[in-house]
């Protein structure tokens, strides 16, 4: 049953490449035989969450080439750190900011993160697993959503931590001294958006990296 299942959902896949194909390949622009060419030079970084409702490239009816995404869970940015280890997710900002010299980098954060709520309900994850480790990156963003909201809903609590944990990654961001040599000398943008998918509102961070506002669509 489950195989059968899992093959009709890959068959399904492959016939989306089929029209992927038919349009970008056949009769498409822009083409992929031009981006194999010139090569990748997309102008924004977007560090998305893994969240398979909320695709960075699908919310934006982005174009092969456009976006080069991050996705994690709870799309964190963890704090610079030197040394060894497998930083996956910093040595993709590296090359993002200083190979591809991206003009904006964007994290997008969304309600109901999945990440976002095992902070509230640690019981529900593996003890000492990877994902109880990675979220302890929005811990000091928890805290604080506890410290301001004592008495709202778990509900508000999350939603308020999905947008104060946006602000700590744009804030670790800050600590990659390329990020910040980017930022001075060239002039690179770092945005927080929150997606509301209950809503389907997008909302923008504010210069000062204070309040979320609502994106009107004209
Ligand atoms: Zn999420």
Redesign the pocket.
């Known amino acids: 049953m489950t195989i059968l299942k899992t093959r009709r959902e890959i068959l399904r896949l492959l016939a989306g490449f089929r029209r992927f194909h038919r349009k970008f390949y056949l009769k498409g622009k822009p083409s992929f035989l031009r981006l194999s060419e010139r090569g990748q030079s997309p102008k924004t970084l977007i560090i998305a969450?893994?969240?398979s409702r909320?695709d960075p490239a699908i919310l934006s009816s982005a174009n092969p080439g456009e976006l080069f995404v991050i996705r994690n869970?709870?799309?964190l940015v963890p704090p610079f750190e030197s040394g060894s280890g497998f930083h996956g997710v910093s040595a993709a900002i590296e090359f993002a900011v200083v190979n591809l010299k991206v003009q904006n980098v964007v994290i997008l954060g969304?309600r109901q993160?999945?990440?976002?709520r095992s902070l509230f309900q640690p019981d529900a994850l593996q003890a000492n697993g990877f994902v109880a480790q990675w979220m302890s990156i929005a811990q000091e963003a928890y805290r604080s959503v506890k410290v301001r909201f004592p008495d709202a809903s778990m509900d508000l609590q999350c939603r308020e931590c999905e947008k104060e944990s946006i602000r700590a990654s744009m804030q670790n961001l800050m600590t990659f001294p390329f990020v910040k040599e980017a930022k001075l000398n060239r002039g690179l943008s770092i945005l927080g958006l929150y997606f509301d998918l209950e809503l389907g509102q997008l909302l923008e961070l504010d210069d000062e990296w204070k309040d979320f506002r609502q994106i009107i669509l004209s």
């Open positions: 969450c893994s969240d909320v869970v709870a799309n969304h993160c999945g990440g976002i």
